[in-house]
């Protein structure tokens, strides 16, 4: 039965024009895996009808000259999020390997419902869009896809070809050095010059059905353990049983791979999704939006919530006295930092005081305190946070400014209570007056 579909599914395609200017009909989009040809149709067909929120480029080519077609998604009529500040990026990736095409399929079922969700109205893609970006490399091996191989057209492993601990595990096939191969050095620059502050990366694969995290090359958990469990535990609570596990044992030992190089030198919270292995031919005869109905809600909560995968600082008060200053802070992200300073910056950007290293652990909140003897205010100073928003050496660094009225200064000298960052400041003049009260009910004791 399966075979005789198959070969209704093909008689079908066939007479469909293989043209770049419209999708192809849901028969063959639901059950038959894409080509370079049908893709580069797909992609095309979404940039023409929704330019408002596709942006379609080109990584590169492959090693036979195909282009690595990347579909940007955003809302590109605002450059930000309505408040101003940057929108979150994920980058997702497909088909390193030819022959694993559903993980291909997931890559473009992801894009696809972002894009139809927008036309249709559907607020979750809204306010995704709205505040993010999603860039979706859907076919890295479209040489290897055409061929359904595994390796590329030089018979590289392409995902053992990366810049990470490569050829550390006498992998088969992984080129003849790190990004050897035309696909991979493309990948690499994409993610070095377009997406380097990435908050998401997601490559997918297919074999088993598993979601890995780093590391591959060591057993060993990722530094930023907290957040990859706190993923995993939420995922099996409210959406899949799917394995989530570090990729060295949840699997097996590999290095060179595209997971450990975007976490370990980009920094990115980073998954391989491997799909099941029950693929047929060259399609399926269950639709692949069903075959993969499951797999696309994980994608979706990563996505939903890609703006708590860091450290986010907020700063609930800053408290000098005698000396001392008294840091109460909250971290609103699913991620620990351990690398954060407190920073005073004069008018012309100069660094005037710099506190020691503190972390704050995932979700949680801190008080900190710091000699400040050595920290000379002026009236046009500013504060600012700067830490990691991730444990892991590779992650980005952040400077973040800290807003005035958090700020209270209080001052020994009882002929003036409060300066820093003005007289009038509310929180300023709300110590100020329990300031100039202390000092009064000091001097009625003494007359007493």
Not at 417 to 442: K, W
Request: glycine share 6%; net charge negative.
């Amino acid at each position: 039965m399966r075979v005789w579909a198959l070969c209704v599914l093909l008689l079908a395609s066939a007479s469909v024009p293989m043209l770049t200017s419209a999708q192809q009909p849901d028969i063959i989009q639901e059950h038959w895996y894409h080509t370079y040809t049908t893709l580069t149709a797909d992609v095309n067909a979404w940039a023409d009808d929704h330019p408002d929120i596709v942006d379609l480029t080109i990584a590169g080519q492959t090693e036979l000259g195909k282009n690595l077609w990347v579909v940007r998604i955003s809302d590109w009529s605002n450059d930000t999020k309505a408040d101003g500040t940057d929108k979150e990026i994920v980058y997702i990736d497909g088909g390193h390997h030819g022959n694993e095409h559903l993980g291909t399929e997931l890559a473009f079922l992801t894009a696809e419902f972002y894009i139809e969700g927008w036309a249709a109205g559907d607020q979750e893609a809204i306010d995704v869009l709205t505040n993010t970006e999603l860039h979706i490399l859907i076919m890295l091996n479209a040489d290897g896809n055409d061929l359904d191989t595994r390796w590329n057209i030089n018979q590289v492993d392409l995902n053992r070809n990366y810049d990470h601990h490569w050829n550390e595990q006498d992998e088969t096939q992984p080129g003849s050095g790190p990004f050897s191969e035309a696909e991979t050095a493309a990948n690499s620059n994409y993610m070095n010059t377009v997406v380097p502050n990435a908050d998401l990366y997601v490559t997918m694969h297919t074999g088993v059905w598993i979601m890995l995290h780093p590391w591959g090359y060591i057993p060993d958990q990722p530094i930023d353990w907290e957040m990859f469990h706190f993923i995993r535990d939420d995922v099996h609570a409210n959406i899949s049983d799917i394995p989530i596990r570090n990729a060295n044992e949840g699997l097996y030992p590999n290095s060179g791979t595209s997971r450990d190089y975007g976490y370990g030198i980009m920094g990115y919270p980073t998954f391989t999704f491997e799909t099941d292995d029950e693929q047929w031919l060259l399609g399926t005869v269950e639709a692949l939006s069903d075959r993969l109905g499951e797999e696309l809600e994980v994608m979706r909560y990563l996505i939903d919530n890609v703006w708590s995968w860091r450290a986010r600082l907020e700063i609930q008060s800053i408290v000098l006295e005698d000396d001392e200053l008294t840091l109460d802070i909250n971290n609103l992200g699913r991620a620990t930092t351990a690398n954060a300073t407190l920073q005073y910056i004069d008018s012309s950007g100069g660094l005037v005081w710099n506190s020691s290293n503190f972390s704050v652990n995932a979700t949680n909140s801190a008080q900190v305190s710091f000699d400040t003897t050595s920290l000379s205010m002026t009236t046009d100073g500013t504060w600012e946070l700067r830490y990691q928003v991730r444990i892991v050496e590779s992650a980005r660094w952040v400077s973040e400014p800290i807003e005035a009225d958090v700020v209270a200064v209080v001052e020994d000298d009882e002929s003036s209570f409060l300066i820093g960052y003005g007289l009038f400041n509310p929180v300023t003049i709300i110590a100020g007056f329990v300031a100039v009260a202390a000092v009064v009910q000091s001097e009625k004791e003494e007359e007493n």
